[in-house]
């Protein structure tokens, strides 16, 4: 089956969706700031949508995959003394590209995966690393490839 991508994307509203997670309410903070302050900066429209925990961002993907030309998935899995850390960001991550790739959906991704706070800190800081800004320019150059 041939896909034409400039059809799929151009049946979808001209927003994006922001995702995020709260599980650590000041790194969530930081990435939605970030993100915003492009999306805003761009002249993109854009939604937000809370959830829980990482586990939880596929489950609003799926379900609003069909009302939007984008996505942005931020949220912060810190590593702790068991295993949960890798079942969290394995579950979550293979889930979100899964549909992804298979639906062909614009994502910009600030997940961020951590060790500790710090790093997740300095990441998530809109003066240092941005990285959800740096989802966010993802997601938009994506739109921006589909749409030409």
Not at 28 to 53: C, H, M, P, Q, T
Not at 119 to 127: N, P, T
């Amino acid at each position: 089956m041939v896909l034409d991508w400039r059809l799929m994307a151009q049946k979808k509203s001209n927003k994006v969706l922001i995702i995020f997670s709260d599980f650590y309410p000041e790194i969530s903070a930081n990435l939605i700031k970030g993100a915003e302050s492009y999306l805003i900066s761009n002249n993109f429209l854009f939604d937000k949508k809370r959830v829980d925990g990482s586990l939880e961002i596929p489950f609003l993907l799926h379900k609003f995959q069909n009302d939007y030309s984008g996505f942005i998935v931020l949220g912060c899995i810190v590593k702790g003394e068991t295993d949960h850390y890798d079942v969290v960001k394995n579950i979550s991550m293979n889930e979100i590209y899964s549909l992804v790739y298979t639906n062909v959906l614009p994502l910009g991704s600030a997940i961020l995966t951590v060790n500790n706070l710090k790093q997740a800190k300095e990441r998530s800081d809109i003066k240092k690393k941005n990285f959800g800004g740096k989802a966010a320019m993802v997601c938009c150059n994506l739109i921006k490839t589909l749409k030409y």
